[in-house]
């Protein structure tokens, strides 16, 4: 992750996430596909991401505020033909590969499967940035914020 040119090498476990596979079917290209849905704390999903409105909703230092856990409906759809438990991003552990994942306002979808390539690519996990963990990155975003918000707060009070 960059965050105002500085990189960020951020290590994490993925979450582990509660399916609940239905018994809806439908066809993603050759691919017959099962339906499971699950419940996802949002900053769980944007935790890379920044909003101004979650740092309105943060309370200020040395205050506790009960703030309701925002909550993302996720649609997964996957493959049993291909028993892997992955899928895009942050959505895995369904027993086959995910072919379509639908949450708030975006949907991913898989328009093609390779499953033995003639040129076979190498991915290499990245290893350049400070390394850290991502409630550390999240809170370094956020300190940071606060620090500009408050900055130019005294610019406009002069």
């Known amino acids: ?21 239905g018994k809806e079917t439908k066809k993603i290209g050759d691919y017959l596909c099962i339906k499971a849905m699950a419940t996802i704390p949002t900053d769980q999903l944007a935790w890379y991401d920044f909003s101004w409105g979650q740092l309105r909703n943060t309370a200020k230092e040395g205050e506790t505020e009960d703030v309701e856990e925002a909550l993302t409906i996720v649609e997964a759809w996957y493959t049993p033909q291909i028993p892997v438990a992955h ?18 306002d975006t949907v991913m ?33 956020t300190m940071k914020m606060k620090e500009m918000r408050d900055n130019r707060g005294r610019r406009r009070s002069r």
């Not at 040129?119 to 400070?130: H, Q, S, T």
């Open 109 to 141: 979808l898989c328009s093609k499967i390779i499953m033995n390539p003639k040129n076979k690519l190498k991915i290499e996990a990245p290893d350049k940035g400070k390394e850290i963990t991502k409630e550390a990155y999240k809170n370094t975003i």
């Open 87 to 104: 899928g895009p991003g942050e959505y895995w552990g369904l027993p086959g590969l995910i072919l379509e994942v639908s949450a708030d």
């Open 1 to 21: 992750q960059e965050f105002y040119g500085k990189l960020f090498l951020v290590k994490d476990e993925l979450p582990d996430i509660k399916w609940k596979i």
